[in-house]
């Protein structure tokens, strides 16, 4: 015990959050250490107080766990597989500081090797206080969960869920983040099974990270500068399983946490046993090595424990009244929708948040986290609303998180909606719900709706002005992963979530959708080319909007899910992409993609220039008269123009687009050009020959333009220059 005493004193442990801004040397880690006690066996001494989990050594492995109302806590060892632990090891109370528990473990076979946790200590449900020796509990800072290898198969069948112990050796030479403005990014919401699940998708390794890895070249040619996807943590998709009307419905979607730090292992193509990540790694090398930035879906809103009826998992078990919010007689508080709501801005649930992103940060390079139902990171530990939550603050200025992109759903399930109040101290943006609502009613023929969706067009600064950055800060979509396809936006009049079972009544009522004349699909070819109008139309005014525009996977070459706006429970058809429909709608898919490309080759529209050099404002509006910027209920048709002196090219870049919302022909007239321009159309959504994009600009040699019902029409100044279409 002497040399234990002088070994203490020599190394001086580290507490939890002196680890922020500095790492352990690597030596510390794998210099020769000697065993200083026994225990079940086992040779075993304290170990590094300020390395959350489990930490493979040169010869041991380092167990470090923290629990503040625990009175003992035993560390549980298991053969891969096996249902009882070959081992036992409590921790020693010389073993713990402070609230920290830390053991290294010597003379293990990670190959070989599951781990858990017991944890003893007052059980008092009405104070929150759970705790039970009994629980198998996982690890919080778990790297890697067994048991869920396999898609749709619960392997522990006694509920059990371990940990493993994970290589981090993955050699990413100079591979950084991208650090792509959000003004110049466009983002592809995905779900990674489904993007690639279909046998249609052509893909060796479907519905895996590999799967995504052979699409790169279809991502780059769609674009993109940003895939988001999904939940990737570990989550339970068997939970809640269950058949209805002949199909087996799963947790697809992912919206229940099992583990922050750990890569849902069903999502790799093969078996990564203390490799787990591997893949994944992988994957965002080859996507970011062709431009292409990776933005987490995470949820930190709640986990899969659930209510008072809930599993024990893990948090529950370790500080149940600590990680979740609850009642003054210890029930949960249910902001989330999902049973429980996490504790957020409590210090250990913040060191948990911020050390979790930070991991991914630094062992998987990702470049931006999108954040769940973020209106509860606002809330205080009695539910309420703060006025400045230390975890939203602390993650807009973490020294480690500085350069990734955070993203904001400014809402939650218990009625906090803060699109454009969201605490944001110039760093966060937000999903912006405003823009997707009011576009939506504008676009299928809401012509009052004109003077609201001209605010989102260019750029939302009724939200965004202020404590925000402007065009920065605005995330703007017409569709996502929870809602309408863009096609059954068009498709569909109302919901129909039928095979969902819950007799219709989920997800949301308020679509602002439009069948175009028929429910569902039809053999009418005027309605069909109808919707793909309507669809032209909407990703026309997305790229030329101001703000990040965000897109759906399956969109741009015209996905269905039959009309299934929560596709939440959907493993098969209705979710996964149908690729066949690419060839079927190429010639969608080409204008889709050109649009993408035409935004990018114009600046004006992403963000504000210097002066135009022809004396045009930044930013104005007109109605179907130039001179005529008084945007109404009453429009008809909305005009925007955007000018700016562009360096690169050394001349003006000036686009003008002209909606047209009403379901009748509209004659508009162009402003006068700047002198020794002309105005040349490239883009023309109601084109009768059908062709909707010029790459070469059409000239114009008159003002005047007859707008085709619902139809958009985007122009451009030109001055005879070569234009790269």
Same mark, same amino acid.
């Given at each position: 015990m002497n040399?234990?005493?002088r070994?203490?004193q020599?190394?001086?442990p580290?507490?939890?959050?002196?680890?922020?801004?500095?790492?352990?040397?690597?030596?510390d880690?794998n210099?020769q250490m000697?065993?200083?006690d026994e225990?079940?066996?086992?040779?075993?001494?304290p170990?590094?107080?300020g390395?959350n989990?489990?930490?493979?050594?040169t010869? #041991?492995?380092n167990f470090?766990v923290?629990?503040?109302?625990a009175? =003992?806590?035993?560390?549980l060892l298991?053969?891969?597989?096996?249902?009882k632990p070959f081992?036992q090891?409590?921790?020693?109370?010389?073993y713990?500081?402070?609230k920290?528990?830390?053991?290294?473990v010597?003379g293990l076979?990670i190959?070989?090797l599951?781990?858990?946790?017991?944890?003893?200590?007052p059980?008092d449900?009405?104070?929150?206080?759970?705790?039970n020796k009994n +629980?198998?509990l996982?690890?919080?800072?778990?790297?890697?969960?067994?048991?869920?290898?396999?898609?749709g198969?619960?392997?522990?069948?006694?509920?059990?869920?371990?940990?493993?112990?994970?290589r981090?050796?993955?050699e990413?030479?100079?591979?950084?983040n991208?650090?792509?403005?959000?003004?110049d990014?466009v983002i592809?919401?995905m779900?990674?099974?489904?993007f =690639?699940?279909?046998?249609?998708?052509?893909?060796k390794?479907?519905?895996?990270?590999?799967?995504i %890895?052979?699409?790169?070249?279809?991502?780059?040619?769609?674009?993109?500068? &940003?895939v988001?996807?999904m939940?990737i943590?570990?989550?339970?998709?068997t939970?809640?399983k269950r058949?209805?009307n002949? %199909?087996v419905?799963l947790?697809y979607?992912?919206?229940?946490?099992i583990?922050?730090?750990a890569?849902?292992?069903?999502?790799a193509?093969?078996?990564?046993y203390?490799?787990?990540?591997?893949?994944l790694?992988h994957?965002?090398?080859?996507?970011k090595?062709?431009?292409i930035?990776?933005i987490?879906d995470v949820?930190?809103?709640? =986990?899969?424990?659930?209510?008072e +009826?809930g599993p024990?998992?893990?948090?529950?078990?370790?500080?149940?009244?600590?990680?979740y919010?609850? =009642?003054p007689m #210890?029930q949960y508080?249910?902001f989330?929708g999902c049973g429980?709501?996490?504790n957020?801005?409590?210090?250990?649930v913040q060191e @948990?948040i911020v050390?979790?992103?930070r991991?991914?940060v630094?062992?998987y390079r990702?470049?931006?986290f *999108?954040?769940d139902?973020?209106?509860?990171?606002?809330?205080d530990?009695?539910?309420?609303?703060m006025? !400045?939550p /230390?975890l939203?603050?602390r993650l &807009?200025?973490d020294?480690?998180?500085?350069?990734?992109?955070?993203? &904001?759903?400014?809402?939650? &399930?218990?009625g906090?909606y803060?699109v #454009? +109040?969201?605490p944001a101290?110039?760093r966060w943006?937000?999903?912006n719900?405003?823009?997707?609502d009011?576009?939506r009613s504008?676009?299928?023929?809401d012509?009052?709706?004109?003077?609201?969706?001209?605010k *989102?067009i260019?750029g939302?600064?009724d939200?965004?002005g202020?404590?925000?950055?402007?065009?920065?800060s605005?995330?703007n979509f017409?569709?996502?992963?929870?809602g309408?396809t @863009?096609?059954?936006?068009?498709?569909?009049?109302?919901k129909?979530n039928?095979?969902?079972?819950?007799n219709?009544?989920d997800?949301?009522?308020?679509? !602002?959708?439009? $069948?175009?004349g028929?429910?569902?699909?039809?053999t009418d070819?005027?309605?069909n080319d109808l919707?793909?109008?309507m669809m !032209? $139309?909407?990703i026309?005014v997305?790229?030329?909007s *101001?703000?990040?525009p965000m897109i759906y996977?399956?969109?741009?070459f015209?996905?269905?899910?039959y009309?299934n706006n929560n596709a939440y429970?959907?493993?098969?058809?209705?979710?996964w992409?149908?690729?066949?429909l690419?060839?079927k709608?190429?010639?969608?898919?080409?204008?889709?993609r050109r649009?993408?490309?035409f935004r990018?080759?114009?600046?004006?529209?992403?963000?504000?220039?210097?002066?135009a050099?022809s004396?045009?404002?930044?930013?104005?509006?007109h109605?179907?008269? /130039?001179?005529?910027?008084?945007?109404?209920?009453?429009? %008809?048709?909305?005009c925007?123009?955007?000018a700016?002196f562009y360096?690169?090219k050394?001349h003006?870049?000036?686009?003008?687009m002209a909606?047209?919302?009403?379901w009748?022909?509209?004659q508009?007239m162009?402003? $006068?050009?700047?002198?020794?321009?002309y105005?040349?159309?490239?883009?023309d959504?109601?084109d009768?020959?059908?062709k909707y994009?010029f790459?070469?600009p059409?000239p114009?040699t008159? !003002? +005047?333009?007859?707008?085709?019902a619902?139809?958009v029409?985007?122009?451009?100044a030109a001055?005879g220059?070569?234009?790269g279409?």
């Amino acid at each position: 015990m002497n040399e234990y005493r002088r070994h203490r004193q020599s190394r001086k442990p580290i507490e939890i959050g002196e680890r922020q801004g500095r790492e352990l040397r690597k030596s510390d880690l794998n210099r020769q250490m000697l065993a200083l006690d026994e225990i079940s066996g086992f040779r075993v001494r304290p170990g590094f107080y300020g390395i959350n989990g489990a930490t493979m050594l040169t010869d #041991g492995v380092n167990f470090t766990v923290y629990s503040n109302g625990a009175t =003992t806590v035993t560390l549980l060892l298991y053969h891969r597989g096996e249902d009882k632990p070959f081992a036992q090891i409590p921790f020693p109370e010389s073993y713990k500081i402070g609230k920290v528990y830390s053991m290294i473990v010597f003379g293990l076979d990670i190959e070989n090797l599951e781990y858990c946790y017991s944890v003893d200590g007052p059980w008092d449900p009405e104070k929150g206080l759970l705790f039970n020796k009994n +629980n198998v509990l996982l690890d919080p800072y778990a790297k890697a969960v067994s048991g869920q290898r396999i898609w749709g198969q619960r392997l522990n069948k006694n509920g059990q869920y371990r940990a493993r112990v994970v290589r981090d050796n993955f050699e990413w030479n100079a591979t950084s983040n991208l650090g792509i403005p959000m003004c110049d990014s466009v983002i592809y919401e995905m779900h990674v099974r489904g993007f =690639t699940m279909d046998p249609s998708s052509g893909v060796k390794c479907r519905g895996t990270f590999e799967g995504i %890895k052979e699409k790169v070249e279809y991502l780059k040619r769609l674009g993109v500068t &940003a895939v988001e996807l999904m939940p990737i943590f570990e989550f339970d998709e068997t939970r809640d399983k269950r058949e209805v009307n002949g %199909k087996v419905l799963l947790d697809y979607w992912g919206y229940n946490t099992i583990s922050f730090f750990a890569p849902n292992t069903s999502y790799a193509s093969q078996s990564e046993y203390n490799k787990e990540g591997v893949e994944l790694k992988h994957m965002i090398k080859e996507l970011k090595d062709n431009g292409i930035e990776v933005i987490l879906d995470v949820v930190f809103n709640h =986990t899969a424990e659930g209510n008072e +009826n809930g599993p024990f998992i893990s948090f529950k078990g370790f500080d149940n009244n600590i990680y979740y919010l609850l =009642t003054p007689m #210890g029930q949960y508080y249910n902001f989330s929708g999902c049973g429980n709501t996490m504790n957020c801005n409590h210090p250990m649930v913040q060191e @948990l948040i911020v050390e979790c992103l930070r991991y991914w940060v630094e062992q998987y390079r990702v470049d931006g986290f *999108r954040f769940d139902l973020a209106s509860i990171l606002g809330r205080d530990q009695d539910g309420s609303p703060m006025e !400045r939550p /230390p975890l939203i603050q602390r993650l &807009a200025y973490d020294p480690i998180l500085g350069n990734v992109k955070l993203i &904001a759903e400014a809402w939650d &399930a218990g009625g906090m909606y803060q699109v #454009g +109040n969201f605490p944001a101290w110039k760093r966060w943006a937000e999903w912006n719900g405003k823009y997707r609502d009011d576009i939506r009613s504008f676009l299928k023929g809401d012509i009052w709706a004109a003077p609201e969706a001209v605010k *989102r067009i260019t750029g939302s600064m009724d939200l965004y002005g202020g404590a925000y950055l402007g065009y920065e800060s605005s995330v703007n979509f017409i569709t996502c992963h929870d809602g309408f396809t @863009l096609y059954d936006l068009y498709a569909y009049n109302s919901k129909h979530n039928e095979d969902n079972g819950w007799n219709n009544t989920d997800g949301a009522n308020d679509n !602002r959708s439009w $069948n175009c004349g028929v429910e569902g699909m039809t053999t009418d070819q005027d309605i069909n080319d109808l919707r793909f109008r309507m669809m !032209r $139309n909407a990703i026309t005014v997305l790229m030329c909007s *101001r703000g990040t525009p965000m897109i759906y996977a399956g969109d741009e070459f015209g996905n269905t899910q039959y009309g299934n706006n929560n596709a939440y429970c959907q493993d098969n058809e209705i979710s996964w992409l149908n690729w066949h429909l690419l060839d079927k709608n190429k010639d969608f898919f080409d204008f889709y993609r050109r649009v993408i490309q035409f935004r990018r080759k114009h600046p004006c529209i992403r963000k504000d220039l210097p002066h135009a050099r022809s004396g045009y404002p930044n930013i104005s509006l007109h109605t179907e008269n /130039p001179d005529n910027g008084n945007i109404t209920g009453e429009s %008809k048709v909305v005009c925007v123009r955007y000018a700016g002196f562009y360096n690169k090219k050394g001349h003006d870049d000036i686009v003008y687009m002209a909606i047209n919302a009403y379901w009748e022909d509209v004659q508009i007239m162009l402003p $006068n050009p700047p002198e020794g321009m002309y105005w040349a159309l490239c883009i023309d959504t109601g084109d009768d020959e059908g062709k909707y994009f010029f790459n070469r600009p059409k000239p114009l040699t008159w !003002r +005047n333009k007859t707008l085709k019902a619902r139809s958009v029409s985007v122009f451009i100044a030109a001055n005879g220059a070569e234009y790269g279409g």
